[in-house]
């Protein structure tokens, strides 16, 4: 306990403009990683780490992109898998800054600090979804128009990938956000007690612990567990949502077609068209 409150006061130092529950937060888990040997480790510089995790990211995508094409046009374009590879790894360092962004800024930690509060959600889950909003909304930009840039589709259908894009995107965070909410709200802890009476990371990890069925010596999932749900269930909304919004750009293209013939037909009737091709070709075959 003494540690924590050590943690506590250095971190006000550092970062002045957190609130004491916030700090409070942040020292558990500087506390926990201490515990877990995760400091033994030499820290690496703030580079360095957006530069892996972007790295990272570029690759998984460009993996998947590659066995996507060789799966279904069985051949690889190597440049829509670069555009999606450098897609996400922008994306992803974008949605790292934005995070950096949200917690040394003032005006950051009062949008965090107020999102929080409303939904009663820890500051952190709060500034993981916000910092993910952002970086999904760069990578469906630069994917949708990067794939125009190099002449996979025309600027209507990369425009339309970006609306699909953007709209997952803003579907995903929206469950990030409400699913946890309304634990926060309505469910109790193991210990019988309300959510809505925590606070912090007291609140989060209630959270979490309920969205994976319990804490794991109730035989449950534990924190780890309801994260990794949570996060199945944002995926699971933005591809939903990106998917509808694209067969609903389908359907309007179908019904676009359809108006067009009737319409043409109803000009060849009133033009007399279809007699003129009809003689045409009676007389073309000498009849």
Known sequence: M????????RLKNKFPNLSDEELR????DIVKKYKGGEFLQNPRP???????????????AGTIDAAAQ?????????????????SAGIGTATGQIISIVLLKT????QV??????????GTGMTRSALSGLGGGIITSILMAYGSYAFGYCDIRQASRSAIAGTAGSVAGTAVGFGVPALVAHFATCGTGAAISTLHGAA????????????????????????????GGYVVAAGIAVSMLVSLGFALYDARERRQYAILLADTYEKKNVWDAIANKKVISHGI
């Open 2 to 9: 003494r540690r924590l409150r050590d943690d506590t006061a």
């Open 203 to 230: 609140a989060t990890n209630a959270t979490l612990a309920w969205l994976g069925f319990g804490t794991v010596t109730n035989g449950g999932l534990g924190v780890a567990g309801g994260a990794f749900l949570l």
């Open 70 to 86: 060789l799966f279904f046009p069985r051949k690889i374009e190597f440049g829509h898998t670069f555009v999606a590879a450098g």
């Open 106 to 109: 003032q005006t950051g930690n």
């Open 25 to 28: 937060e942040m020292a558990d």
């Open 46 to 60: 703030l580079w360095q780490t957006l530069t892996m995790q972007s790295l990272l990211a570029a690759g998984i």
């Open 112 to 121: 965090v600090r107020s999102i929080s509060s409303f939904l009663n959600l």
